[in-house]
């Protein structure tokens, strides 16, 4: 998160003069596909399905999502980096996909730094940490007692490798309690885990997880992110309760390595295009995603300090996935 702020200031603007200043004008000729390498419905679906239909617009050629879910995202992600270096293929990527599954799967199958274009950085949101209505655990002080009871807590994640997985190691290292992590193919499964009092708690992003809270049927006791979150103003960061606990979700746009420059110009200005509409910024705002901030030349330096400081809290958690 301290790499996060020091480019955020450096870096304000998501194009670049860097980039060649040709265009080539047949580009695009067809549809372009971006594929979300989680299912239907999730948060980072969601944001790509925003930023899409504003690309759509601006590159005067549909922009198709596909849903490519499995493995932390390593699914989906493998199959942009195979696919042709022709600007037609591209990954709504994560801090999952792009940081975290480095770090806890000893044969991914990619490098996100190798092998991917990053293109624009799309947005970030803390998480929130919620429990069932009916939970016992009133406080986040409550759920760390119980966490140190003899049978511990269970918490439950949108697979191994997203940022409430590792959110519940860290939890769980910075406490000293028994969290028990579930992964569940989707977002959603896992709050269904947490309605259904299968699992005691979850870490996920406001979008998904404020339409039960707004319902009755969920409770917030904490917030990943230090500064807290715009949407959930009344939710105190968990930082307040458990030192130095500060984490962030995170979306960025990538492509095959090896992109021509004039292909790679485009989508990032349509991208930077898409992120000035007044749509995506009052669907992120009521969501409570902040827009971008790192800009096209930043964007190599941001992954590796990200890969950095998430390889550091797995390596903590001893989080690997076989």
């Known amino acids: 998160m301290r790499h996060f702020i020091k480019l955020l200031a450096v870096s304000l603007t998501v194009c670049s003069t860097g980039l060649a200043t040709s265009a080539l004008a047949e580009f695009p000729e067809r549809a372009i596909k971006m594929v979300v390498p989680f299912g239907a419905g999730t948060s980072t679906d969601l944001v790509a399905r ?8 601006s590159l005067g050629q549909p922009v198709v999502i596909e849903n490519r879910a499995g493995a932390g995202g390593s699914i989906g992600t ?16 994560t801090v999952g996909t792009l940081a975290i599954n480095k770090a806890i799967y000893p044969n991914l199958p990619y490098d996100p730094q190798a092998d991917l274009t990053p293109l624009a950085f799309i947005g970030y949101t803390p998480t929130l940490l919620v429990v069932n209505a009916d939970s ?6 409550d759920l760390i007692a119980a966490s140190k009871g003899p049978d511990g807590v269970v918490f439950a994640s949108a697979g191994n490798g997203t940022s409430g997985h590792l959110a519940g190691e860290k939890l769980k ?10 992964p ?5 499964e896992g709050l269904t885990a947490v309605l259904s009092g299968e699992v005691d708690f979850m870490f996920y992003h406001p979008v998904a997880a404020l339409p039960n809270i707004e319902a009755g049927t969920m409770r917030a006791l904490g917030v990943s992110g230090k500064a807290g979150s ?14 130095d606990f500060d984490l962030i979700a995170w979306w960025l746009v990538a492509g095959p390595v090896n992109l021509p420059d004039d292909v790679t110009q485009k989508l990032v200005s349509a991208l930077g295009d898409s992120l000035e509409t007044d749509s995506v910024k009052a669907h992120f705002k009521t969501n409570g995603i902040q827009l971008g901030g790192i800009g096209y030349d930043g964007l190599p330096e941001f992954v590796a300090s990200e890969i950095e400081e998430w390889g550091a809290i797995a390596e903590a958690a001893k989080a690997r996935v076989e």
Request: charged share 20%.
């Open 50 to 57: 925003a930023i899409g239909d504003e690309m759509s617009k």
């Open 78 to 93: 493998q199959e942009v980096v195979a696919a042709d270096p022709d600007g037609y293929t591209l990954s709504m990527g």
């Open 136 to 141: 016992p655990y009133q406080t986040l002080d």
């Open 173 to 182: 290292v910075a406490t000293g309690g028994d969290m028990i992590h579930v």
């Open 184 to 188: 569940f193919s989707s977002g959603a």
């Open 230 to 243: 715009p949407v959930a103003p009344d939710v105190k960061p968990i930082n307040d309760t458990v030192e």
